[in-house]
């Protein structure tokens, strides 16, 4: 089973997240019912069509692998997007009331400086646990050396 089952239930889920899209953006007085309950029907349906899923031939999903490894490069970039944005807002956020209380800019720095050493653990660990090949150390240099770069 191994990938197959992999790429079986991430289909499944698509089209579950498709449907309930296109059920929740109506926004009618049922939606919202529908969105935040009918739990053992929503379960009872994922699981039907894995269930059912079995039956689609295996070369369909080496397509999907395919398309969906390029589908989650635009979301990975699009999600980079969103979590910049939010990053920006926060700290635009945190200026204005570190007019008015500096515990906002003491917070601000405090929180600058743990999420910087944080990533500077998960880039070593990253050259710990991937040092096997040259292009992974490349992979991970790469970057590295860029937001230096940015940032200096």
Sequence with gaps: MGSSA???IS????LFHIAVL???????????YFHDGCWVTK???????????????????????????ICSFFFLIFQGIIIMGA?????????KLSDTNRAYLISLLVLT?????????????EFVWF????????LIL???????GYVV
């Design 87 to 95: 990053c920006y807002s926060l700290n635009d956020h945190f200026l």
């Design 11 to 14: 289909f499944i889920l698509m």
């Design 113 to 125: 400086i743990v999420i910087t050493l944080i990533s500077v653990i998960f880039i070593i660990l």
């Design 142 to 148: 790469v970057p590295v050396i860029f937001t230096i």
């Design 131 to 138: 040092h096997a090949c040259w292009a992974n150390n490349l």
């Design 43 to 69: 379960f009872t349906v994922v699981l039907a069509a894995f269930i059912l899923s079995f039956w689609i031939p295996n070369g369909f999903f080496r397509v999907y692998g395919y398309i969906s490894l």
């Design 6 to 8: 992999i790429f079986r």
């Design 22 to 32: 296109v059920i929740i953006a109506p926004r009618l007085p049922c939606s919202a």
